[in-house]
């Protein structure tokens, strides 16, 4: 199981404004599910990372998997992704959780 706060939260507070006040459901701390809403998306053409892994709620772009584990997230098999929502420090924040089987090699 992987679980991380999505990378580049600071440049990304509009749309986790958003989500997070309209997805959310009137309550903190939100955990969001399913193959429809939430996605990883491997940008093989972002010119600053040709490894980024962006992170999609509803076909909204939330943010971004940190760069330092971008690789392994390509690799995992068959992940099942979560976003869990959140106002902390004056801030909106999202946390991804990926289950996966194993590793590509």
């Known amino acids: 199981?992987?679980?991380e706060q999505l990378a580049s939260f600071d440049y990304s507070q509009l749309e986790l404004e958003y989500a997070y006040k309209k997805i959310r459901w009137e309550k903190n701390n939100t955990i969001i599910s399913g193959d429809n809403i939430v996605r990883i998306v491997f940008e093989n053409d972002n010119p600053?990372?040709?490894y980024a892994?962006?992170?999609c709620l509803q076909f909204k772009k939330i943010g971004y998997i940190p760069a330092h584990?971008?690789?392994t997230v390509r690799k995992m098999i068959k992940p099942l992704v979560s976003l869990r929502l959140y106002y902390y420090n004056e801030k909106y924040r999202a946390e991804i959780t990926i289950e996966y089987k194993?590793?590509?090699k």
């Open 1 to 3: 199981m992987y679980i």
């Open 48 to 50: 600053h990372d040709r």
């Open 53 to 55: 892994v962006s992170v």
């Open 69 to 71: 584990d971008a690789l």
């Open 102 to 104: 194993g590793l590509k």
